[in-house]
């Protein structure tokens, strides 16, 4: 078991992370979606019981799982948190684009040009316009 300063640390940590992708849904959702982070985080299993178990409620085990299994059946759940973290990806990328490498094959590597690095971070090799590649 971890030391409980450490426990609390990761605590905030995920509530934060947590709050940013449960954005538009209801209390009881965000709930839920705090809840099953922290839980995952702290007890390190997807098991709904290990998660239950790391939430340490003041409830029977059994009831925590219960509420846990009620709120993981929620499509709508799923839809927010897929919709939410779809963006707060798409804007990650915007901000600091992947490398990614680009190849042509061409028929012949005599004719193969350098290895570029364009203006986005992006690999490209470039072939000599006189082949078809």
């Known amino acids: 078991m971890k030391h409980p300063v450490d426990r609390e640390t990761q605590k905030n940590k995920v509530q934060i992370f947590s709050n940013s992708i449960s954005e538009g849904l209801n209390k009881t959702a965000r709930r839920f979606v705090e809840d099953a982070l922290v839980g995952i985080s702290l007890g390190g299993s997807l098991r709904l019981t290990e998660i239950s178990r790391a939430l340490m409620e003041d409830i029977p085990l059994h009831a925590t799982h219960k509420r846990l299994s009620r709120n ?19 804007l990650q990328i915007q901000q600091d684009p992947p490398m990614m490498l680009y190849g ?12 570029a690095l364009n203006s986005k971070r992006h690999f490209s090799a470039h072939c000599c316009s006189s082949l078809s590649c």
């Open 104 to 115: 042509m094959s061409c028929t012949s590597s005599a004719h193969m040009g350098p290895l």
């Open 72 to 90: 993981l059946a929620n499509p709508a759940i799923s839809d927010v948190l897929s919709a939410n973290l779809l963006q707060a990806g798409a």
